[in-house]
């Protein structure tokens, strides 16, 4: 069986974490890029994994790609600026691990994606792909014209027959206000076959007050199934189609949270993992909770190669597959 290819279009930015002037840690992330790398470890060689985004031509570019190869993207579709670089975020932790982050990301090198003189043959590339993902911050950080300009390319390929994965990931300060992100939002529902999203951003954009209130407002934007990832009390998937019944997966609380950056994009890199290699609802989710449960013990957006190989080693063991 041919090989799934998937491109996850997004940002990757540097990361500071730490104490201001004081002990400070550099690496890099952002909510595309960390799915990306979190699916390369859980799938190993079963999928295709491309990054797509716009790098600068400096230093720091060129060492992160390189991080990227080594751990398995593809990143023949990373287009580069050499009059841009990218962005900036610091992350300061509290005593739970919520965190709060600063960003400096205004003229990042990704928000010139739909400019850059390579993107017609990148729209051609991605013709290729079996699976497209996204977020919320892939469309927030563009221009609205180019953000419009994405939408009708992602139209076009989820009617060749695409599959849309997209992320909500609602981040307000990266929109003029609720709604212009309602209204795309709403856009690219109507094309997505799976969202991936959390009750806290429903409640925030949207005034949500329950988990069947969104899974009903989202069954009415189009989309076909969704999930809604509420923390500590697991998730709820629903299939829009036809009379199915709300999933409620459970996870295992963790005891020693150090930091819930990343927890989401590290769900759905697992729950796709399964999911494109035929694992069922339930146990897909069930991964994505706990490669979450692991990235948590940790600092900052990629926690080391060795912390989560014990979480996937096992998953695509067993023969065993459950249906829905």
């Known amino acids: 069986m041919q090989m799934r290819k998937i491109a996850l279009i997004g940002e990757c930015m540097i990361e500071l974490h730490g104490i201001p002037f004081g002990a400070m840690t550099q690496s890099y992330g952002g ?43 593809n990143t023949s579709l990373v287009l580069r600026d050499n009059k841009h670089q990218p962005g900036l975020y610091l992350i300061q932790t509290d005593k739970q691990g919520e965190r709060t982050f600063l960003y400096w990301r205004n003229n990042s090198a990704a928000r010139y994606l739909m400019q850059h003189s390579d993107y017609p043959l990148l729209r051609q590339q991605l013709q290729n792909m079996d699976v497209i993902y996204l977020s919320g911050i892939s469309l927030a950080i563009l221009p609205e014209h180019d953000r419009q300009l994405l939408l009708i390319d992602l139209k076009k390929l989820s009617s060749a027959g695409k599959m849309i994965f997209f992320d909500s990931n609602y981040r307000p300060a990266l929109w003029e206000n609720e709604s212009q992100a309602r209204e795309c939002y709403q856009q690219i529902y109507t094309i997505t076959d799976i969202a991936l999203v959390t009750d806290d951003d429903e409640a925030s954009l949207w005034g949500d007050t329950s988990i069947e209130e969104s899974l009903n407002r989202l069954k009415r934007t189009g989309v076909k199934r969704a999930i809604i990832k509420a923390g500590e009390r697991g998730c709820f998937y629903r299939n829009f189609s036809g009379c199915h019944a709300t999933q409620h997966i459970k996870t295992q609380p963790v005891t020693s949270v150090v930091d819930t950056t990343s927890a989401g994009d590290a769900f759905n890199a697992g729950f ?40 996937i080693a096992h998953f695509f063991d067993s023969n065993k597959i459950r249906g829905e």
């Open 272 to 311: 796709i993992a399964g999911l494109l290699n035929g694992k069922s609802i339930h146990d897909s989710a069930l991964m994505g909770h706990q490669l979450a449960g692991v990235v948590i013990q940790h600092k900052g957006a990629i926690i080391p190669q060795t912390a989560t190989q014990g979480v």
């Open 31 to 73: 909510d595309v890029l960390n799915s990306a790398i979190y699916l390369a470890r859980a799938a190993g060689n079963r999928l295709d994994i491309h990054f797509v985004t716009v790098m600068g031509t400096e230093p720091l570019s060129e060492a992160m790609i390189s991080h990227w190869r080594q751990e398995g993207i």
